[in-house]
C-alpha cells in the first residue's frame, strides 16, 4: 500500500483493571478492531478499523471499555478543518466518490428548535389526558370538498381510499437489502401493535410479511423492484418515491453482496447482482406521467388504497407537491436533507435539498392558498426526533410524520455512520446471517412499541397543554407556534409569530 | 423441573453466559474477582455451527437427564440428581476422574481449570437465579419446564 | 414382597434405590461382606494417596439406606442360595428368605501361582480391591518400603499412584510387553508408561515373579529374568476373578461369569445378577464378556430394579470404557482400541495431548484421548449409538468433536427432548 495517510478516527481505551479477557468484544466486533493475544493474555485493539458503533462497550460484562475521539490534531484551521483534510487524503488515495450513511450531519439551523409551543392559562383551560378524552388518531387519504347525507345521516359521499393510523407516526421507507430481515420483522410487528404502518421501501416485501399487510406502506420506486400485483394489494397504502432526503436526485445503490437468495426473491432479481435504482423514474416526466403511474397503481388495486407520492424537499417542494395533487395522489410525502440513508455521496448528503421544517410551511401554505390542501394528507419526514418536533410538524400543518433514523436508533443503531459497509454490528444494516441475528424481534419490536407510545403520551400531554383533544384540531393550527432566534424571513416562510407576539 | 433451553437461532456466540456463569459460581460473585482472582470453568459449552454462509452457536448445558449417565458412571458418588431433579456435582467429593466426561452424550461436562473437579450447570441453584440467562444479550437461553419448551420447539 | 441383594457397591446399590423409586412398600435387604457402608471403590487408591478423606469414601449420602428403608447387614457373608426355599444362608446359620434375589457379589483378586507366596501366611502381601485392602496397606507402608507390585493394569498403576511419594521405591512387574494391556494400544502405552516412569516409578515388563523370599514376610523377588528384587511390600494386582461360585454352586447357569439375559435375569427366574460378577453383551464384539466397568455395573443393577419391581428393561450397550489419571496425565479410552487393523485417524497429537479415533466400517468403534477430553461423551455416544459416520455434518478425524456434528434436526430432537438421555 506504501504511504497511507489514513489514521484512526477513534480510540479504544482499555482499562487493564476492569477487562477480565473475556473476549466478548473479540466475538462481537465486525470490524476486527479487538483481537486477543493468547501468548501475553491481553486483548489488544486496532484503533484504525473502529467505527464506534458501541456494541463492544455495551457488550463488555465489565464495562472496561471507552471509546473517543482519536485525539490526532491538525493545525487548527475553521476553514481547513480535520474533516476536510481528511476527505481530500481519501479521495487523492482512493480517486472515488466519497460515501456516507445516515442524514446530513451538518450544523445548519434545526428549524424545531428554534419553534416554541404554546399552552393553555387561565383564558381557556388546559386537559388531562389521562382523565379526559385525547385523540390521536389520523386519517391518512384525500377528503372530500363536502359530505352530503341520506334524510336517515346516512352518509352518501364516497370517501376516498383511507388508512388509519392510532397515531401521526410511520416507520420510514427502508428496503429489505438495506436494512436486514430481522429488522424488518421489527419493524412490521411494531407497526402492528402499534397501529400504525410501516413502509417497505424499494425492496419488495418478503411474502412471509404479508401477515403485516394491513400495517405496511409497500412502495414502488424507480427501480420497481419488487413489484408486482400481490404486492400492491399486499399493503396498506402504496407510495411512489420519487426522491428521497439524504440524496435527492440521486438514484440507489444495493451492492451485489448485499443480495442474497432471500433479497434476491425478494427483490425478483438475480443472486449477487447489483441493484440500481435510477435517479429518475424513467416512465416519469411530468405531473401528467407521474398521474400515468398513480393511476395504473390505483387500477391495479381497484382504487382501494391511496396512493402517496413521495419527493425530496427541495427548492421549489412547494410547487411540485401542488402537481402532485394534481395528479391524484392522496398523500404527499416530504423528505428533508437531515433524512438518513444506508449510503449516499457525501456531498450530495451534506449539500443537496432544504430543512423539511421550510418545506413542510411552504407547501402547506401553498395547497391551502390553491384551495387543494383537503385532497391530499401531507405527511413529513427527514429527522424527527422526538415527540416535541411532531407535535411542531402538526402545527405546521402535517397529518403524520414518518420516523426512520429513529426508528433503527431504538433498534440499536449508534449512528455510526456506516451503513454501507454492510458490517453493522447492530444486525441492522447488514445481510451477513451472523451479525442479523443480533437484532432479535422479539426484544427489538418492543423497544419500537415502547419508543412510539411513550411519543404518543408526550403529544397527548402537550396537546392536553394547549387545551386540544384532538391532534386533528392542531393541524395547521400555527398560532401555537412561536419562533425564537429566527430573521423576519425565516418567520414568513414559516408563518409564524415571534416569541412574544 | 425447568431446565435451560437454547435457541440456535437466537444465539450470539458472545460468551457473555460463560462470564456470568463463571461470577455465580465463584466465591466473591464478582466478576473481576472470579476472573481475575479464582480459577473458575464456565459450565456452558458453546457449540459453533459452520454453515456454508454463516457460523452459528448455541449455548449448551447440561440436560439433567431423567436416567444421567453421569450420576451412573461417577466412582466417587458425587454426581447425584437432587431432588428437584438438578444433576448436581458435590465438589467436595468429586475426584475429577472424568468418568462423567466420558459417558455425557452431549459433551456438556468439562474438566474444571483447576483440575480439580469438573463443571457443569446446576442451573446456579446455591445462587439463586440463572444469572446466564439474565445477562444473555439475544435472549437465546431461557429456563423453561417440560411445556413451555414444547411450545416453543 | 422381599427383595434381597447380596452386594453393596455400585450394582446393589442402584438396584435398591430403582426398586424403592418404584416399590415404596416392600422391604428389601442388602448383605455385604465388608464391614463399610456402600463406598466408591476406584477411590481406594484416591484414598491411599491421601486425596480422599475417609468421610468422602461414601458412595452415597450417610442416610441413604435409613430415608429409603432399606436395611444393610454388613460383615455378612452370603453362603449357600437355596432355590426351592427361596432363601439363603448366611454366617451362623441364619436363613432369610426372599421373593427377588439380586446377586452382585463382584469380583476378588486373582492370585497367581508364585513359588512361596503364601498370602494367608506372608504379612507384607496385599491384595487391592477393597477399602480395608486400601487401609491395611496405607497402615503398613513408610517412607523406607521399597513396594513392589505385580501387574502393570489399571489396578497395579492406580496402587502405585496412591503410593507414590509415601515409599521408597515402587517398581511394577508385567508379564506383558506395555501397561494397561487390556485398554491401550502400544504406542499410546509406551507414552503413558514414561510419563509414569517420570515419577519415578520403575517398570519390568515381559517378566513376572517366579518366586518370592522369605517365611513370615517376603524379602525378595525373583523374576523370571533372573533379576532379583528387594522387597518390604508385595501387592499382587495381576486381575480379578468374577465371584461366581454362590450362584455356580446353587446350580444357576455360569461361564466365565454368571449368564443372564439382557433384563439381567439368570436361569433362575427369581434371580437377578449384576456387576463384575456377571457377563455382559460387548456391543462391539458381540460376545459375552466380563466387563468389570462401574459404569456398567451401575447400569445393570439399575436395570435388574427395575425388573425385579416388575418394570420391563433391557440393559443398555455395554462395551469396554474408562477414565483414569495417572500423576496429572488424564485418560480416557473406550470401544476397542488395538488388534484391529483399523483406519485409525489422530486428529490431534502433540507428546502429552493425543487424540486417536479407531474406525471400522463407517463406525467409530473405540478412542483414545490424552488430556485433551473436551465432549469425550459425544465420541462414547457415537459407539453407543453405532451411528453411522457417513451421516454426520463433519468428518470427526478432521474437527473436535461437538454436538454439531449430528445434522441439524438431530441434533434440536437430543437438546429438546425434555427427558435428556434415559435408559
Not at chain 1, 378524552?133 to 383511507?162: H, N, R, S, W, Y
Request: proline share 3%; charged share 25%.
Amino acid at each position: 500500500m506504501g504511504l497511507d495517510f489514513n489514521t484512526p478516527v477513534f480510540e479504544v481505551i482499555r482499562n487493564e483493571k476492569k477487562c477480565i479477557q473475556c473476549q466478548v468484544c473479540v466475538r462481537q466486533c465486525s470490524n476486527k478492531v479487538h483481537s486477543y493475544d493468547s501468548q501475553d493474555n491481553v486483548v489488544c485493539t486496532d484503533d484504525i478499523k473502529c467505527v464506534n458503533c458501541h456494541r463492544c462497550v455495551i457488550l463488555c460484562p465489565t464495562k472496561a471499555l471507552i471509546i473517543r475521539k482519536y485525539p490526532l490534531e491538525f493545525r487548527e484551521n475553521a476553514n481547513w478543518t480535520s474533516s476536510v483534510i481528511k476527505e481530500i487524503h481519501k479521495q487523492s488515495q482512493t480517486g472515488g466518490v466519497l460515501l456516507s450513511s445516515m442524514g446530513n450531519p451538518k450544523p445548519f439551523p434545526i428549524y424545531w428548535d428554534r419553534m416554541l409551543l404554546n399552552a393553555s392559562q387561565v383564558t381557556n383551560p388546559s386537559i388531562d389526558p389521562l382523565r379526559e378524552p385525547m385523540e390521536t388518531k389520523v386519517m391518512i387519504g384525500g377528503k372530500p370538498e363536502k359530505l352530503d347525507f341520506d334524510a336517515k345521516g346516512k352518509l352518501m359521499t364516497k370517501m376516498p381510499p383511507q388508512v388509519e393510523l392510532r397515531m401521526p407516526i410511520m416507520f420510514s421507507a427502508m428496503s429489505y437489502g438495506s436494512i436486514s430481515r430481522n429488522a424488518h420483522e421489527a419493524l412490521a410487528r411494531a407497526a402492528t401493535e402499534l397501529g400504525i404502518c410501516y413502509n417497505t421501501g424499494e425492496g419488495g416485501l418478503n411474502r412471509d410479511f404479508y401477515k403485516y399487510g394491513k400495517n405496511t406502506i409497500v412502495q414502488v420506486a424507480s427501480g420497481r423492484f419488487g413489484v408486482h400485483r400481490d404486492y400492491l394489494n399486499a399493503g396498506a397504502a402504496i407510495e411512489i418515491k420519487i426522491g428521497q432526503g439524504a440524496k435527492p436526485g440521486i438514484g440507489g445503490h444495493l451492492p451485489g453482496k448485499k443480495v442474497g437468495e432471500d433479497v434476491s426473491a425478494t427483490r425478483m432479481i438475480p443472486i449477487g447482482s447489483d441493484a440500481i435504482s435510477p435517479a429518475p423514474h424513467h416512465d416519469i416526466y411530468s405531473i401528467e406521467d407521474l398521474r400515468q403511474l398513480i393511476y395504473s397503481l390505483k387500477e391495479t388495486t381497484n382504487y382501494k388504497k391511496p396512493v402517496f407520492v413521495k419527493i425530496a424537499a427541495v427548492h421549489n417542494a412547494a410547487a411540485i407537491a401542488s402537481g402532485i395533487v394534481r395528479a391524484g395522489a392522496d398523500a404527499v410525502v416530504v423528505d428533508g436533507f437531515r433524512g438518513g440513508t444506508g449510503a449516499a455521496p457525501t456531498r450530495v448528503r451534506d449539500n443537496v435539498g432544504i430543512p423539511i421544517e421550510l418545506a413542510l410551511a411552504a407547501i402547506d401554505q401553498r395547497l391551502r392558498e390553491e384551495e387543494i390542501r383537503n385532497r391530499v394528507s401531507l405527511i413529513i419526514s427527514g429527522s424527527i426526533r422526538n415527540s416535541a418536533d411532531i407535535v411542531k410538524a402538526v402545527a405546521l400543518g402535517a397529518d403524520a410524520v414518518y420516523i426512520g433514523s429513529a426508528a433503527v436508533i431504538a433498534l440499536g443503531c449508534h449512528m455510526c455512520h456506516s451503513c454501507s459497509t454492510g458490517k453493522c454490528n447492530w444486525g441492522i444494516a447488514t445481510q451477513e446471517l451472523e451479525l442479523v441475528k443480533r437484532l432479535n424481534p422479539d426484544i427489538m419490536y418492543k423497544r419500537l412499541v415502547n419508543l412510539v407510545s411513550a411519543w404518543n403520551h408526550e403529544i397527548q400531554e402537550m396537546l392536553g397543554g394547549m387545551g386540544i383533544n384532538a391532534i386533528d384540531s392542531l393541524r395547521g393550527n400555527r398560532l401555537m407556534l412561536r419562533g425564537i432566534g429566527l430573521n423576519e424571513k425565516e418567520l414568513n416562510i414559516l408563518a409564524i409569530k415571534y416569541a412574544g407576539e | 423441573m425447568k431446565k435451560i433451553y437454547a435457541f440456535e437461532s437466537k444465539c450470539l456466540g458472545c460468551g457473555l453466559c460463560e462470564v456470568y456463569c463463571k461470577t455465580a459460581h465463584s466465591k466473591s460473585k464478582d466478576i473481576i474477582k472470579a476472573h481475575k482472582q479464582e480459577n473458575i470453568t464456565s459450565a456452558i459449552v458453546i457449540e459453533e455451527i459452520l454453515q456454508p454462509k454463516a457460523v452459528s452457536y448455541f449455548a449448551l448445558q447440561c440436560r439433567h437427564c431423567s436416567s444421567p449417565k453421569c450420576v451412573k458412571a461417577c466412582i466417587s458418588g458425587a454426581m447425584y440428581k437432587d431432588e428437584k431433579g438438578i444433576v448436581r456435582n458435590d465438589k467436595e467429593k468429586c475426584v475429577s476422574c472424568l468418568s462423567c466426561v466420558l459417558v455425557c452424550p452431549f459433551g456438556a461436562i468439562k474438566k474444571s481449570i483447576n483440575g480439580k473437579t469438573v463443571s457443569k450447570c446446576d442451573l446456579c441453584i446455591d445462587y439463586g437465579k440463572s444469572l446466564c440467562i439474565e445477562y444473555c444479550p439475544n435472549e437465546a437461553i431461557k429456563l423453561l419446564n417440560e411445556n413451555e419448551a414444547e411450545a416453543l420447539k | 414382597m422381599k427383595y434381597l441383594i447380596i452386594g453393596n457397591s455400585a450394582a446393589g446399590i442402584n438396584a435398591a434405590n430403582i426398586i424403592r423409586a418404584n416399590d415404596k412398600k416392600s422391604s428389601i435387604t442388602i448383605i455385604s461382606n465388608e464391614e463399610f457402608n456402600a463406598y466408591g471403590r476406584p477411590l481406594i487408591s484416591y484414598y491411599l494417596s491421601g486425596k480422599v478423606k475417609p468421610e468422602n469414601m461414601n458412595y452415597r449420602s450417610v442416610d441413604f439406606y435409613k430415608s429409603r428403608n432399606i436395611e444393610v447387614l454388613l460383615n455378612t457373608e452370603a453362603e449357600k442360595i437355596d432355590i426351592k426355599n427361596k432363601e439363603i444362608s448366611i454366617s451362623g446359620d441364619v436363613k432369610l428368605s426372599y421373593d427377588k434375589l439380586l446377586i452382585a457379589t463382584g469380583s476378588s483378586p486373582f492370585i497367581p501361582q508364585i513359588k512361596n507366596l503364601d498370602m494367608d501366611k506372608q504379612k507384607n502381601v496385599f491384595t487391592f480391591l477393597t477399602y480395608k485392602d486400601s487401609i491395611k496397606l496405607k497402615t503398613k507402608v513408610t517412607k523406607k518400603s521399597k513396594v513392589v507390585i505385580a501387574g502393570a493394569g489399571l489396578i497395579g498403576l492406580k496402587a502405585a499412584e496412591g503410593l507414590f511419594g509415601q515409599v521408597a521405591s515402587i517398581t511394577v512387574v508385567d508379564l506383558a510387553d506395555r501397561v494397561m494391556t487390556s485398554i491401550l494400544d502400544k504406542p499410546v502405552a509406551d507414552d503413558i508408561q514414561s510419563h509414569i516412569e517420570q515419577n519415578d516409578i520403575d517398570f519390568k515388563l515381559q517378566t513376572n515373579i517366579c518366586e518370592v523370599d522369605g517365611e513370615q514376610n517376603i524379602s525378595r523377588i525373583i523374576l523370571s529374568n533372573g533379576e532379583i528384587l528387594n522387597c518390604d511390600i508385595l501387592i499382587v494386582a495381576v486381575g480379578v476373578r468374577p465371584n461366581i461360585n454362590l450362584a455356580y454352586s446353587a446350580g444357576i447357569k455360569t461361564a466365565k461369569g454368571i449368564i443372564v439375559n439382557k433384563y439381567m435375569q439368570t436361569s433362575e427366574k427369581d434371580i437377578y445378577a449384576a456387576g463384575d460378577c456377571v457377563e455382559s453383551l460387548d456391543l462391539l464384539s458381540n460376545k459375552s464378556k466380563i466387563l468389570a466397568l462401574w459404569p456398567n455395573a451401575s447400569n445393570q443393577g439399575e436395570t435388574a430394579g427395575f425388573n425385579m419391581a416388575g418394570t420391563k428393561k433391557k440393559a443398555p450397550a455395554a462395551f469396554a470404557m474408562n477414565a483414569i489419571s495417572f500423576f496429572g496425565l488424564q485418560l480416557i479410552s473406550a470401544g476397542i482400541i488395538s488388534g484391529l487393523n483399523l483406519n485409525n485417524g489422530i486428529t490431534y497429537s502433540t507428546k502429552n495431548n493425543l487424540r486417536r479415533l479407531n474406525i471400522l466400517n463407517d463406525n467409530l468403534i473405540g478412542f483414545i484421548l490424552i488430556n485433551d477430553n473436551q465432549r469425550a461423551g459425544i465420541y462414547t455416544a457415537l459407539i453407543n449409538d453405532r451411528t453411522k459416520l457417513s451421516t454426520l455434518e463433519y468428518d470427526i478425524t478432521l474437527k473436535d468433536i461437538s454436538l454439531s456434528v449430528y445434522p441439524k434436526e438431530e441434533r434440536t430432537k437430543k437438546i429438546w427432548d425434555y427427558k435428556g438421555c434415559s435408559l
